[in-house]
C-alpha cells in the first residue's frame, strides 16, 4: 500500500512539473525572425537561440530564412515577421521610397563582411590584379555582398565595370553550386560555402572580403518603426537575448562557440564548423555591443554612393535607434 502510494505522489509530481513546463511555453511571447541567410557568420544569433537566451527574456522566436535581404525587408515589411535581419542598406532604400512606415535598426551585429573571395586556380598566388580580365560570380546589384566587392575594387584601383566581368544573375546561395558546375574564375560566398568548395577541391579562399574593406555595418536587426514603438517591451527583450550571446562569443574559443551552436549546422562535421568560426573570429567579425554608431551608418552610406546606390543621404535619427541596445549593456 506505501509502495502505491509513492508510485501515485511521483506520478502526480511528474505531471505537475509537465503542466508547469506547459504553462512557461504558453506564457512565452511569440514572434517571427526572418534572416538573410544561415550563416556561421552569425554566430552570436544562434548561440541565442542554442543557449535559452530568448526563453529566458520570455521570448519564443521562429526563425525564417529569407534569402536574400530584398526577400527578408518584403517579409518585414508585409507583416510577415516582427524582426528582419539583414544589411541596414535595405532600410537605407525603403526610407528614401517614401515609406511612412519605415524600417528602422536597433542592433547591430557584424562589424565586417562575411564573404570571401574563391579562386578556381588552386595554386595561385594571389593578387587583386590577378582579377582584371576574369569573370567572377557576384552578388545582387545593389546588396551589400557586391556592394563592398566593387568597394575593395575601386581602392586597389580596379574598375568594377571595365577591368573584369561580375556576374549578377545567379541567385543568392546558389553561386557556389554554379562555380562548382564550372562557371566563372572566382566567386564570392559566405561560410559554410567558401570552405565547402575548398573541401570538395574546386576552389581555394584567396580573400576575406571582411578584412580588406575593413569595419563595415554589415548586418543587423531591425523592425518597422510602429512595431518598435507599440512594442518596445518585445524589442528590448529580443536585445537581451542578442546582447547575451555576443557576451557569450566574446568570452569563449572557436571550439566552445563552435559546439554551442552545432545544432543550427548539423550538415556540418565538428572539425569544419571549428574551423569555419575560428576564420569569422580571428578577423574580429561580431561587435562587442549591439551599438549601431553614427560613423558606421556615415561608412555605409559611403559605399552605397560609390555603387551608385544612393540617391540622398538618409539622417542617422530617422533608421537607427541606440536606445535598445544601450540598455541590453546595463543588464
Not at 53 to 74: H, Q, S
Request: net charge negative; with cysteine.
Amino acid at each position: 500500500m506505501k509502495r502505491k502510494f509513492i508510485i501515485v505522489l511521483a506520478l502526480v509530481f511528474l505531471a505537475v512539473l509537465t503542466m508547469a513546463g506547459c504553462k512557461k511555453e504558453d506564457e512565452l511571447i511569440e514572434i517571427t525572425l526572418n534572416e538573410v541567410a544561415h550563416s556561421i557568420f552569425y554566430a552570436p544569433m544562434y548561440v541565442a537561440f542554442e543557449e535559452g537566451y530568448f526563453e529566458e527574456e520570455g521570448l519564443k522566436v521562429n526563425l525564417v530564412n529569407g534569402l536574400g535581404a530584398d526577400k527578408t525587408m518584403t517579409a518585414l515589411l508585409s507583416g510577415e515577421c516582427e524582426i528582419g535581419f539583414m544589411g541596414a542598406e535595405a532600410s537605407i532604400y525603403v526610407y528614401n521610397q517614401g515609406a511612412e512606415d519605415y524600417v528602422v535598426n536597433f542592433a547591430q551585429l557584424t562589424q565586417r563582411a562575411g564573404n570571401f573571395l574563391v579562386s578556381r586556380d588552386l595554386n595561385e598566388d594571389f593578387k587583386w590584379e590577378n582579377l582584371k580580365g576574369k569573370t567572377v560570380l557576384g552578388g545582387r546589384k545593389g546588396g551589400m555582398p557586391q556592394m563592398v566587392f566593387e568597394y575593395i575594387l575601386k581602392n586597389k584601383g580596379i574598375d568594377p565595370q571595365k577591368d573584369l566581368n561580375i556576374i549578377q544573375n545567379i541567385d543568392f546561395g546558389l553561386t557556389s553550386q554554379a562555380f562548382a558546375s564550372g562557371q566563372g574564375d572566382y566567386t564570392i560566398e559566405f561560410e559554410p560555402a567558401a570552405t565547402a568548395l575548398e573541401l570538395e577541391g574546386v576552389g581555394k579562399v584567396v580573400a576575406s572580403l571582411g578584412i580588406e574593406s575593413g569595419k563595415v555595418p554589415y548586418t543587423s536587426f531591425s523592425a518597422r518603426k510602429s512595431y518598435i514603438e507599440k512594442h518596445p517591451d518585445i524589442i528590448q527583450k529580443f536585445t537581451n537575448a542578442i546582447q547575451k550571446g555576443m557576451d557569450y562569443v566574446q568570452s569563449h574559443t572557436p571550439e566552445e562557440i563552435a559546439k554551442a551552436i552545432s545544432g543550427q549546422f548539423k550538415e556540418t562535421d565538428e572539425k569544419t564548423l571549428v574551423l569555419l568560426v575560428t576564420r569569422y573570429y580571428e578577423q574580429e567579425t561580431w561587435k562587442e555591443n549591439l551599438i549601431f554608431e553614427e560613423e558606421s551608418l556615415d561608412l555605409l552610406q559611403d559605399i552605397l554612393e560609390l555603387a551608385g546606390e544612393l540617391d540622398k543621404r538618409v539622417p542617422y535619427e530617422s533608421i537607427v535607434t541606440t536606445e535598445f541596445a544601450k540598455n541590453a549593456l546595463s543588464k
